[in-house]
């Protein structure tokens, strides 16, 4: 297992990280999974086995559940606090009132504290806000962030789902405000869906951000039970809760080329899916959320599998998303632009 810092920190994390979101199967996370204690025990100490000792979760999965398994889990297994890094979020409603949903200080710090008794932890290592406000100004959330960061109860903070614009302002206000700078940006970003590449990529970059990536497969439609001529099987996560969206011509087009090298290879496709996003060197940490053990190794068998630098430019063709403006304009070369010669057109005399 490789390890990467968590973007421009001093933290390691392993380049695979376990999801947690399959755990507890309550309300609309059970169209995720329904993996109760005893199995999510078991699966974390397999990912601790394989030398994974990244773990995400967040609070609004399985209403609070995720965090108490994961907790339990930890506490039962005997696992050194040292040697995992624990991520969650806060965003999402946990309540019926105007105030439990947000990235308002109230409901930050009011969401740590309530995420620390589920995990029967002191602090949280990665503290994330899962999704925009538009309502909370970027900058009252990032002070809530750094009140934390100063109290010892979280470590690190980072977003998910935000565009890069907000991600921008955001790095902005920390550093004029001198508050604790987001370190991760978590995000779907997938050979069926590379949008990322547009805007947050170059971000990511620029700024030194840690990438995690969430459902690396779209949904299972990547690991290998859905093709042009096959719909997955009955009661697989895609065939019953369609989502994320995807462009299904592209995406056919994407599985036609992992059949094919996964075939070459004898592994599964999911590997290659899987194997191709810790190819790309801006990607941190790739977030896996099995339901069974051996859905877990085969998914860490993708670490051990190398694409070259053809069989990757294969699967980039095939998952190739059109330039848009002015990004198209910006990879113009030449300035001025060469434009096409003209003949003048002579004065009738």
Same mark, same amino acid.
């Given at each position: 297992m490789k390890f990467?810092?968590?973007?421009? @920190?001093?933290?390691?994390?392993? %380049?695979l990280c376990l999801g947690t979101m399959t755990f507890g199967g309550k309300g609309v996370w059970a169209n995720m999974g329904n993996v109760q204690q005893e199995d999510a025990q078991a699966l974390i100490a397999r990912a601790i086995e394989h030398g994974i000792n990244f773990i995400d979760t967040a609070d609004i999965y399985s209403a609070g559940a995720s965090e108490e398994i994961v907790g339990r889990s930890l506490k039962n297994l005997g696992i050194r606090r040292e040697d995992v890094v624990i991520a969650t979020k806060a965003c999402g409603p946990t309540g019926s009132?105007?105030?439990?949903?947000?990235?308002?200080?109230?409901?930050?710090?009011?969401?740590?504290? !309530?995420?620390?008794?589920?995990?029967?932890? =002191?602090?949280?290592?990665?503290?994330?806000?899962?999704n925009i406000d538009t309502v909370t100004p970027i900058e009252e959330s990032l002070v809530a962030l750094d009140t934390l960061v100063r109290q010892g109860l979280v470590r690190y903070v980072g977003v998910s789902n935000w565009s890069a614009w907000q991600m921008a302002r955001?790095?902005?206000?920390? *550093?004029?405000?001198? $508050?604790?700078?987001?370190? /991760?940006?978590?995000?779907?970003? /997938?050979l069926a869906g590379r949008e990322l590449e547009r805007e947050?990529?170059?971000?990511?970059?620029?700024?030194?951000l840690g990438l995690l990536v &969430?459902?690396?497969?779209?949904?299972?439609?990547?690991?290998?039970?859905?093709?042009?001529? #096959?719909?997955?099987?009955a009661g697989s996560r895609r065939a019953t809760f369609d989502f994320p969206p995807v462009a299904m011509d592209?995406?056919?087009?994407?599985? =036609? !080329?992992? *059949? #094919? $090298?996964a075939m070459e290879k004898g592994v599964s496709v999911a590997r290659i899916a899987l194997s191709w996003l810790l190819h790309q060197q801006h990607v941190t940490s790739v977030i896996v959320g099995a339901k069974r053990i051996e859905q877990l190794d085969d998914n860490v068998g993708a670490t051990q599998v190398v694409l070259? /630098?053809?069989?990757?430019?294969?699967?980039?063709?095939?998952?190739?998303?059109?330039?848009?403006? +002015? @990004? &198209?304009?910006?990879?113009?070369? %030449?300035? +001025?632009?060469?434009? +096409?010669?003209?003949?003048?057109?002579?004065?009738?005399?």
């Open positions: 990467n810092t968590l973007g421009n @920190t001093g933290l390691f994390v392993s %380049e009132g105007p105030n439990d949903a947000g990235n308002s200080r109230g409901h930050i710090l009011d969401s740590v504290k !309530a995420s620390l008794r589920r995990l029967q932890l =002191d602090h949280i290592d990665l503290y994330q806000l899962h955001a790095l902005g206000y920390s *550093e004029r405000l001198n $508050l604790s700078k987001i370190a /991760t940006t978590q995000n779907y970003y /997938t947050i990529v170059p971000l990511i970059k620029a700024d030194k &969430w459902s690396p497969l779209a949904g299972g439609l990547l690991s290998g039970k859905f093709s042009r001529h #096959k719909q997955g099987e592209r995406a056919y087009n994407v599985i =036609d !080329a992992m *059949e #094919k $090298l070259s /630098t053809e069989e990757l430019a294969v699967l980039d063709a095939a998952s190739a998303i059109s330039s848009e403006y +002015p @990004t &198209w304009m910006q990879r113009i070369r %030449e300035v +001025p632009p060469k434009l +096409p010669q003209v003949q003048p057109q002579l004065a009738a005399e």
